[in-house]
C-alpha cells in the first residue's frame, strides 16, 4: 500500500547517506505512525495528524528520545518524500 513511499525514503536515505538501517527504522516508525491515522493515504495526511501522533506518545510515557525519532521519521517523510513543509 505504502511501498512506493517507502522505497522513495530508501532512495533518499541513500542520497543523503543515511544507513540503511536508519531507513529500516524511518519506515517502521512511519509504519506505527499510519497505522494510527488509520492508514490514511499519505496525501491525505496533515501536520496536524502527526502532532497529535506524537503528543499521545509523549503522553502515554514514551522517553523523549523515543518521541524524538518519531518526529524525525515522520519529518522526513514530509519534507523529503511527500513535499510537505
Given at each position: 500500500m505504502y511501498e512506493k513511499?517507502?522505497?522513495?525514503?530508501r532512495e533518499e536515505?541513500?542520497?543523503?547517506?543515511?544507513s540503511s538501517r536508519t531507513a529500516d527504522?524511518?519506515?517502521?516508525n512511519i509504519r506505527h505512525f499510519m497505522k494510527w491515522t488509520g492508514y490514511k493515504?499519505?496525501?491525505?495526511l496533515s501536520?496536524?495528524?502527526?502532532?497529535?501522533?506524537i503528543l499521545e506518545k509523549r503522553n502515554s510515557g514514551l522517553s523523549s528520545a523515543t518521541c524524538n525519532f518519531y518526529n524525525s521519521s515522520i519529518c522526513f517523510l514530509y519534507k523529503h518524500?511527500?513535499?510537505?513543509?
Open positions: 513511499y517507502f522505497n522513495k525514503l536515505c541513500l542520497i543523503r547517506n543515511r527504522t524511518y519506515i517502521n493515504s499519505m496525501e491525505d501536520l496536524q495528524d502527526a502532532r497529535s501522533f518524500i511527500l513535499h510537505i513543509p
